[in-house]
C-alpha cells in the first residue's frame, strides 16, 4: 500500500523565483492538505483540495496557489520566493466520506525547500 | 481561532522508564479532535493517537496513552517502557469536529532517550 509521496525532497531556489512542489496521496484517498513548518517549529496549513476545489485556506498570501488533478495528486506552487519562504513543505492526505472521525491525515516525508 | 500549546521544548527519559508529555489547547467548540504526531529526523509526520472530544475513555495504542482531561483542555502523552525509537519530535494537534480538517499544531516538544 503506497503511502504519501512527495517530490522533489530537497530543492534550492533563489529570491523571487517561482517552485512547484508535488505530492501524491496515499491510495484510496481523495483529499490532499499542504503545511508549511519552519525550523523549530509546528506545521502551519496552507490550503486544502477536495474535487479539485480549495476547500479551506490558512493565513498564507496569493503568493502560495495550488491545484489538484483528476488522480487526485495535488502540486503547491510558490511565487517571488522570499527568504521566510524556506521551510519544510509538508503534504498530508485523507478520505472524505463525510464522518469527520474517519478523516485521519497521513503525511508524506515532505520537501525541504531552501530560498537564497 | 483554536491554539495549541505544548510548554515542554525538551524533555529525556531514560530507555524503559515513563515519560509524559504535555499539551494544552483553547477553543469553544465542543466537537473536535485531538491527535499525538512523531516526527523523527527522517522528518515524516507518523500518527501515534488520536482521541474524539466526545469520547470520555482515554486513548490507548499500546505502549502510548493520553490524558484527556476536557474541562481543563488538556491531552498530555504518557509513554511506557520509552524505546531508543521513541526519539522524536511530537507534535500535539487540534482538529474542528466541523468543517474542513484544518490541524492545528502545537510547537512541538524534543524527546531524548537515554541508553
Known amino acids: 500500500d503506497a503511502g504519501v509521496t512527495q517530490s522533489p525532497t530537497h530543492l534550492i531556489k533563489t529570491r523571487g523565483q517561482q517552485v512547484t512542489l508535488r505530492c501524491s496521496p496515499k491510495?484510496?484517498?481523495?483529499?490532499v492538505s499542504w503545511y508549511q513548518q519552519a525550523l523549530g517549529q509546528g506545521p502551519q496549513f496552507i490550503f486544502q483540495?477536495?474535487?479539485?476545489?480549495?476547500?479551506q485556506r490558512g493565513n498564507f498570501p496569493d503568493r502560495f496557489s495550488g491545484h489538484q488533478f483528476p488522480n487526485y495528486s495535488s502540486e503547491l506552487n510558490v511565487n517571488a520566493l522570499l527568504l521566510g519562504d524556506s521551510a519544510l513543505y509538508l503534504c498530508?492526505?485523507?478520505?472524505?466520506?463525510?464522518?469527520?472521525?474517519?478523516?485521519?491525515?497521513?503525511f508524506g516525508p515532505g520537501t525541504r525547500l531552501l530560498v537564497l | 481561532a483554536q491554539t495549541v500549546t505544548q510548554s515542554q521544548p525538551e524533555m529525556s527519559v531514560q530507555e524503559a522508564e515513563t515519560v509524559t508529555l504535555s499539551c494544552t489547547y483553547d477553543?469553544?467548540?465542543?466537537?473536535?479532535?485531538l491527535f499525538w504526531y512523531k516526527q523523527p529526523p527522517s522528518r515524516q509526520m507518523i500518527l501515534v493517537i488520536r482521541?474524539?472530544?466526545?469520547?470520555?475513555q482515554n486513548a490507548t495504542e499500546n505502549r502510548f496513552s493520553v490524558n484527556f482531561q476536557k474541562a481543563a483542555k488538556s491531552f498530555s502523552l504518557k509513554i511506557s517502557d520509552s524505546q531508543l525509537g521513541d526519539a522524536a519530535m511530537y507534535f500535539c494537534a487540534y482538529r474542528s469536529g466541523q468543517g474542513a480538517q484544518k490541524l492545528v499544531f502545537g510547537q512541538g516538544t524534543r524527546l531524548t532517550i537515554n541508553p
Open positions: 483540495y477536495y474535487e479539485e476545489e480549495e476547500r
Open positions: 482521541q474524539e472530544a466526545y469520547k470520555q
Open positions: 498530508a492526505s485523507s478520505l472524505n466520506i463525510g464522518r469527520t472521525d474517519q478523516e485521519t491525515q497521513y
Open positions: 477553543t469553544s467548540e465542543s466537537d473536535y479532535y
Open positions: 491510495s484510496g484517498h481523495d483529499t
